[in-house]
Nanobody, 127 residues
Framework: QVQLVESGGGSVQAGGSLRLSCAAY????????MAWFRQLPGSEREGVAA???????SYADSVKGRFTISQDNAKNTLYLQMNSLKPEDTAMYYC?????????????????????WGQGTQVTVSS
């Protein structure tokens, strides 16, 4: 059974930075797509960024140039480096994993694509 555990959320002022981590247990990274999503109360969960097993990446337009997704295969850990944070980045952030790869089996930002989800970590950006 795959388990994903996020950490690194918190409160920061606009313009600041945070790094989220997602530790994965119970699987090997090979052929898995890993992604970050975020969700505001009352809103749909939206894709932020995804990374495939070959380290190819894709980002939502709203975070391009500010966020960087990466992974440490030896530690089975996914990261999201968030710079130049804005109040509109405030949300619960979730990591997700799918064994079919990022660029097949549906669009990477589709919620239905992902088999495994973490419990989330809160990010709050104040103005």
């Amino acid at each position: 059974q795959v388990q994903l555990v996020e950490s690194g959320g918190g409160s920061v002022q606009a313009g600041g930075s945070l790094r989220l981590s997602c530790a994965a247990y119970g699987y090997t990274h090979i052929q898995y797509c890993m992604a970050w999503f975020r969700q505001l109360p009352g809103s749909e969960r939206e894709g932020v960024a995804a990374i495939d097993s070959d380290d190819s990446t894709s980002y939502a337009d709203s975070v391009k140039g500010r966020f960087t997704i990466s992974q440490d295969n030896a530690k089975n850990t996914l990261y999201l480096q968030m710079n130049s944070l804005k109040p509109e980045d405030t949300a619960m952030y979730y990591c997700a994993a799918d064994p079919s790869g990022c660029w097949t089996g549906g669009r990477w930002w589709w919620l239905s694509k992902y088999r495994y989800w973490g419990q989330g970590t809160q990010v709050t950006v104040s103005s």
